[in-house]
């Protein structure tokens, strides 16, 4: 009698390109591989993991969703204690109910996709004795163990476009403006698109900013003939001055300024000490909409046939990750452990300034 091998998947946290690719991806693999294998898509994340709900899915459900963003299963965000818990808004630990489904459904394996957070959540998974492979998703690409995670590419595109226009509308106006990024913690995906789309002036969550010297690159700028600046800040970018202060001490001190993020902030000072219009754009979550890039539609894919191939093996408690080009295995407790930043002699970012980008120090 062939034993039949059940799979569950796991969508988790914030979405973004390239999901459906990667679901798409780990379905197609596993009915291909496997002679006998249902597979189990959860509701929202985690919550239908909490709630027993969950859909069947069949080989029709992998079909026609490799280009739509987004993803097919529905997400949600649980609140996560490090180390120790994923618990409701009551506190109360969420995991004796997330255990219990696994077991009704007799899961051999959970697939999770998710970001840093989702990697150290699904550890807990994997401790509480779940069988559990990851694939890292985020638009941050700052999960430790991989080059680079599906979304990324696709957001790059994005936050380069925007970048792009901002361009006429800057230069025919002789103005300043700031594009805000996504990236609190890592600064990735600015550089890349601040790089891709000529950027001025690139601000970094790991290189703390001096304010007088983009002043002093801007007026440098000005003096040479270029009556504008185009500035990319990373959400997560941060002054000398403020640098000690918490993420919490950082937001109270702007919304008494009247300030809603870092870049209106900056732009204000900048008007006062150049006399010169800022104006700001923030194209948030726009940067995680929309179909996949063909690079990510393919990374996506080759996340989710690896998957489908430790499952094959048994060879659980990992997460798919690509190193130099090549598909590997690394060890959940390795990626879940700590977050990858951009190193601050990343060679991207001395190509920035042997070319003449600022970035604030």
Not at 76 to 93: L, M
Not at 191 to 219: R, T
Not at 312 to 321: A, H, K, L, S
Not at 333 to 339: G, W
């Amino acid at each position: 009698m062939k034993r039949t091998t059940r799979v569950g998947i796991v969508t988790s946290g914030g979405d973004c390109q390239g999901l459906n690719a990667a679901i798409r991806g780990i379905g197609k693999a596993l009915l291909h591989d496997l002679d006998s294998v249902e597979i189990f898509g959860m509701r929202d994340g985690y919550r239908g993991l909490i709630d027993n709900d969950y859909q069947y899915m069949e080989a029709k459900d992998f079909s026609g969703i490799l280009t739509e963003g987004g993803t097919i299963l529905g997400t949600s965000r649980q609140r996560y204690i490090p180390g120790k818990a994923i618990v409701d808004e009551d506190g109360n630990d969420l995991m004796p109910a997330m255990l219990d489904t696994y077991n009704r459904l007799n899961l051999d394996c959970l697939v999770v996709m998710g970001g840093n957070g989702t990697q150290k959540s699904a550890k807990l998974l994997m401790d509480a004795g779940m069988n559990v492979v990851t694939l890292p998703k985020t638009i941050d690409n700052d999960i430790y163990g991989t080059d680079t995670t599906f979304g990324f590419q696709s957001a790059v595109d994005i936050a380069s476009n925007v970048i792009d226009y901002i361009h006429s509308t800057a230069s025919s106006h002789g103005r300043i403006f700031l594009v805000e990024l996504m990236g609190r913690d890592a600064g990735w995906l600015t550089l890349h698109a601040g790089i891709g789309s000529g950027a001025d002036v690139i601000l970094l969550p790991e290189i703390p900013y001096d304010f007088d010297k983009i002043v002093e690159g801007i007026e440098r700028r000005r003096k040479s003939g270029r009556n504008f600046s185009i500035i990319a800040v990373a959400e997560g970018a941060v002054s000398i001055t403020d640098q000690q202060l918490s993420e919490e001490e950082r937001r109270r001190a702007r919304e008494q300024l009247g300030h809603s993020t870092i870049s209106y902030r900056l732009a204000s000072e900048l008007e006062k000490a150049l006399g010169q219009e800022a104006r700001v754009t923030v194209p948030g979550h726009y940067q995680r909409g929309g179909p996949p890039c063909p690079y990510d539609r393919v990374l996506a894919t080759r996340f989710g046939a690896a998957a489908a191939r430790l499952i094959r093996d048994r060879q659980y408690g990992c997460m798919v990750g690509i190193q130099k080009g090549e598909i590997v295995a690394v060890p959940l407790a390795d990626a879940a452990s700590q977050t990858k930043f951009l190193p601050v002699d990343h060679p991207l970012i001395q190509t920035g300034r042997d070319i003449g980008i600022f970035f604030g120090d």
